[in-house]
């Protein structure tokens, strides 16, 4: 199976702030990775694809970058609306995996 | 407007068992592959099983092989998970998901508990 790693797990940052998820794959996935966002007591959100590929209705402050086995998720300039927690997946393989989660706080 | 909505969840005892049904509306899940997707009480995704587009194939993480099954229901528009010999573990919000690849979009969840 292949294993997906975030970091960090947490972070906290202020409205405006640029904030950058990190998710490595255990091995090569190409571009077969997909970022969501998750807030509480919702289902998640998908928005990004591909690794890099903005969702329909995405902001555009949301960018996706990497292939192979390192990508990054990057919020340009954090908004109220985007503190919540943030999955990678890749779906290079079955069984499809997550990465653990990254949760954005309100500094 | 493309819709899932699970039902079915509830409490159960160790070893019983639970089918969990997701309606689709807006498009035909026949047309495209489905997943469930569970995540325990505040603990991260973990993909479950899926079904192919044509239903030839069907692919299950290893802690429910054998024990969950997969299926859907053309002529109901309808997606479905048969839950057998549950465990504590399998406790979680069950989500039924579209896509073969790329996993969108989701259900609202369902909650299955399972407790003595």
């Known amino acids: 199976d292949i294993q997906m790693t975030q970091s960090p797990s947490s972070v906290s940052a202020s409205v405006g702030d640029r904030v950058t998820i990190t998710c490595r794959a255990s091995?090569?996935?190409?571009?077969?990775l997909a970022w969501f966002q998750q807030k509480p007591g919702k289902a998640p959100k998908l928005l990004i694809y591909?690794?890099?590929t903005l969702q329909s209705g995405v902001p555009s402050r949301f960018s996706g970058s990497g292939s192979g086995t390192d990508f990054t998720l990057t919020i340009s300039s954090l908004q109220p609306e985007d503190f919540a927690t943030y999955f990678c997946?890749?779906?290079?393989?079955?069984?499809?995996?997550f990465g653990q989660g990254t949760t954005v706080e309100i500094k | 407007e493309v819709q899932l909505v699970e039902s079915g969840g509830g409490l159960v005892q160790p070893g019983g068992s639970l089918r969990l049904s997701c309606a689709a509306s807006?498009?035909?899940?026949?047309?495209?592959?489905m997943n469930w997707v569970r995540q325990a009480p505040g603990k991260g995704l973990e993909w479950v099983a899926n079904?192919?587009?044509?239903?030839?194939?069907?692919y299950y993480v290893d802690s429910v092989k054998g024990r969950f099954t997969i299926s859907r229901d053309n002529a109901k528009n309808s997606l479905y998970l048969q839950m057998n010999s549950l465990r504590f573990e399998d406790t979680a919000v069950y989500y039924c998901?579209?896509?073969?690849?790329?996993?969108?979009?989701w259900g609202q969840g369902t909650l299955v508990t399972v407790s003595s």
């Open positions: 998901v579209r896509g073969s690849n790329w996993l969108y979009p």
């Open positions: 807006g498009f035909t899940v026949s047309s495209y592959g």
């Open positions: 079904i192919k587009q044509d239903g030839s194939e069907k």
């Open positions: 091995q090569g996935i190409s571009n077969w």
């Open positions: 591909a690794a890099s």
């Open positions: 997946q890749q779906s290079n393989s079955f069984p499809r995996t």
